[in-house]
């Protein structure tokens, strides 16, 4: 599939972009192939520098529920870059889309708009350790948060529950005050909440994972959370920047009963432009300047372009409602794929909730990061060659989600399912 344009694309972006890639996801590494370069996209479609066509199911890691280049969306956006592109001064469509976010989350009272998810992570931490004046904060072993210093942790040696930088660059001290536990894990936060107590600012979960591949929470582990981090003064973040208005219009915590302090956003909020946002109760999204004192900005921040793509891909989520559709839809594929592996004995499990879902090759249930990295990633590699090489783009690594669109269409699922059935004969 990395042909000759494709191969002389990611030769030619090596000698000038560190990788070939702006992000390391998509140079293809976990899954031992090429990058291919796309020229273009419609629907639920990709076509690459080579001319081949597939259907895509990491919808550029979540953002395009609609599909690509939806008409709607870029109509709005066309008469909205008429009137100019960026002013570093408000406009009156990021007063609509705040609003259009705070009526669809009841959490959310207010919102401040940044530029990517990673951008409100770091708003959300700093916000809640300027509010509590603590330091603090208790992450998931396997959930990613961006790539701000102090969410790239990993686990330390021993029984020391303070994470060790995962990346060269990011000092120890940085991430000092980052507990890690792992996902599911009640005994070990309660651990933790004995042990630290008044000095946890916060806790950041994405409610449903999609980074170590899609893992739902167990029965009451998000209602727990919420529990001890009211009775300990910390502040309760959902990183829902996957999974805001993925599975509902709105946030997770419509379906799972639990109300976070603060929640993250980014992706679909954003139609496929730059986008993220950091919202919560007013109490504490007040604290950011200029009206509090903690300090967050951005030059583009609530740009009116990436702004008027996002208010029109959350008018068509609401007036569409898909979300019914998408759920017995991406249940059929799935159901598809798992009667497909089931005939050729290849040990799968598939998580799925809505319209996000992954196909583990590993013989266990995966419901948590230990789980999870116990997946045969090397068939996972060769499984994902062979179903591009028949037109079905998957994320390029086991540990990462699937996505299902409005766009997608039966004919799409009956391939993608007889192009399983035909490489796992392989
Ligand atoms: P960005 O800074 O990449 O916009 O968002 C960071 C982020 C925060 N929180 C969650 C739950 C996320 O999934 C992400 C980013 N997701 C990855 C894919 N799982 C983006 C792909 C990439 O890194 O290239």
Redesign the pocket.
Known sequence: MTGSANSRLFRQAKTVIPGGVN????AFKAVGAKPIFIQKAKGPYLWDADGNKYIDYCLS??PMILGHARRQVLHEVKKVMANGTSFGIPTKLETSLATMIVQAIDSVEKVRLVN??????MTAIRLARGCTGRDKVIKFVG?????VDHMLVQAGSGATTFGMPSSPGVPRDFTKHTILLPYNDLQSLEKAFDKYANKIAAVIV?PVA??MGVVLPKKGFLKAIRKMCTRNGSVLIF?E??TGFRLTYGCVQKLFRVKADLT?L??IIGGGFPI?ACGGKAELMDNLAPQGQVYQAGTLSGNPVCVAAGISTLKLLKSVKPYRSLELATQRLCDGIDQALQKRNLKHTINRIGSMFTLFFNAEIVTDYASAVKSDTARYASFFTAMLKAGIYLPPSQF??CFVSTEHRLKDFNKTIAAVRKVSQQ
Do not use: L, M, Q
């Open positions: 992000s390391p996801v998509r890691w979540g990517s998810g990673t951008e409100a992570v959930c990613y948060h961006g790539h994405e999609g980074n990183d920047v996957i993250c980014g992706k993220g990462e989600a």
